[in-house]
């Protein structure tokens, strides 16, 4: 029996979308220095939402600028119980403007009004919260008795969590007495412009966050800058693997947090249900647009058959569509560019002799769409078992022994995270020990928390984000 759902959109109304934006430098908006602008759209619809500045590389040295002077003027002397109480103050401003953030995130990035409202913002806002925590205790922290910031951080961020993306880079720099110059990603440049207003709001000194619009050569300007002390990326493993190549030689600091092709492993003792749950959050969550996606199910022969079926069940009740209705489970694809190699990369899946299932759904006549999609038939050798998709697409694999699972789950030149769903915590803790992933999830998958370090082994990356871990990437010692 399925259910109808009558439609339960949240309202735009709250949100105030100006039509064009500068760059956030010195704590102002300015003009760009050429006047080049570009446009951010709404995936769900291709309307223009507003035009945004496109910082050249005049901008990003005035940026630069800006923040080492903050550096060396204010922040970095500054007492962290000082930096606190500014950290405290943004982390509450996001909580109390959540359903703005909310909202304008959802309608530039394209994902379900239910993950923004309930995930992203609220994970952003307790970012801070938790690394205020930090700002005077950094003796405490275990990088030795005094440790001190590095200076001015780079940081570039992806599009696939545009706002949680900024809390992670930006929360832990201002914690350890950093300055900051992000560039958010060119297709959801808007959320990071109305947290720049939040910082006004909080009184933050000048300088010590900027935010540089643009696309790619923006962000190569920013991270090849000499004036920058330290680079933080995260995105693709390519752009990573370039500007690991670019800093090499310097004495700026880089983490960079890449690609995954996780696997979610299902023993023939799990509980059935729940794992299906497990599938169908880890890899459809976000459209599939996240590096820690459940994207390679392993499940052993045994179940495979009562579980492909009790999948597709549910995959046929996931409501496809408006990004903004509160029972939407799956939303746009973020851009016209994302969505061509979601395709070029399932077609090549078809072509190597796997086979697609998806459910029968209506897709909306305009915006980016992809349907949540199964491919079995899956060999290791696959491009699709092989290759991040970055879309609703999971690829079924078999296995007969805890011993082939954990082969074929270290089969990938990534290594950022992994599911083990079993009812036998002995298993549990066995087959995490063997897996070379940073992140192991048990009896559940893509959960998240201020407090838990996060990063990758191999090409998806180094360095870890989030918790104590992620202070050390902001401090010398
Ligand atoms: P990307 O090119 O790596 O973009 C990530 C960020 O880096 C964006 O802000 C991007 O700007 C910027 N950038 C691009 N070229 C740069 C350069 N040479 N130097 C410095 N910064 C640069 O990723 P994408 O093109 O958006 O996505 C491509 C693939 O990457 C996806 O299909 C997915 O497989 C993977 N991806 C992984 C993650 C992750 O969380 N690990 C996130 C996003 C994408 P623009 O936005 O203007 O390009
Ligand atoms: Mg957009």
Known sequence: MSFEYAPAPESRAIVDIK??????????????????????????????????????????????????AAYEKVWGRMPGATRAKYLYRIARIIAERSRELAVLESIDNGKPIRESRDVDIPLASAHFFYYAGWADKLEHAGFGPDPRPLGVAAQVIPWNFPMLMLAWKIAPALAAGNTVVLKPAETTPLTALLFAEICQQAGLPAGVVNIVTGAGETGRALVEHQGVDKVAFTGSTEVGRAIARSVAGTPKRVTLELGGKAANIVFEDAPIDQAIEGIVNGIFFN??????????LLVQESIAEPVLEALRRRMSQLRVGDPLDKNTDVGAINSAAQLERIRELSEVG??????????????PDRGYWFRPTL????????????????????????FRTPAEA????????????????????????????????????????????????????????????????????????
């Open 406 to 477: 954990v082969e074929k789950a270290n089969n990938t030149p990534y290594g950022l995270s992994a599911g083990v769903w079993t009812e036998k915590g002995s298993r549990i803790l066995a087959i995490a020990d063997q897996l070379r992933a940073g992140v192991v999830w048990a009896n559940t998958f893509n959960k998240f928390d201020p407090t838990s370090p996060f990063g990758g082994y191999k090409e998806s990356g180094y360095g870890r984000e989030g918790g104590r871990h992620g202070l050390e990437a902001y401090l010398a010692h």
């Open 287 to 296: 459209q599939g647009h996240v590096c820690c996606a459940g994207s390679r």
């Open 350 to 363: 078809a072509a190597e002799g796997a086979e697609a299932w998806s459910p029968a759904c209506d897709l």
């Open 19 to 68: 039509p064009s934006h500068g760059l956030f430098i010195n704590g102002e908006f300015v003009e760009p220095t050429d006047g080049t602008m570009f446009k951010s759209v709404n995936p769900a619809t291709e309307e223009v939402l507003s035009e945004v500045a496109a910082a050249g590389p005049h901008d990003v040295d005035r940026a630069v600028t800006a923040a080492r």
């Open 375 to 398: 491919f079995t038939g899956v060999s290791q050798a696959h491009r699709i078992a092989r290759e991040e998709i970055f879309g609703p697409v999971l690829s079924v694999l078999t």
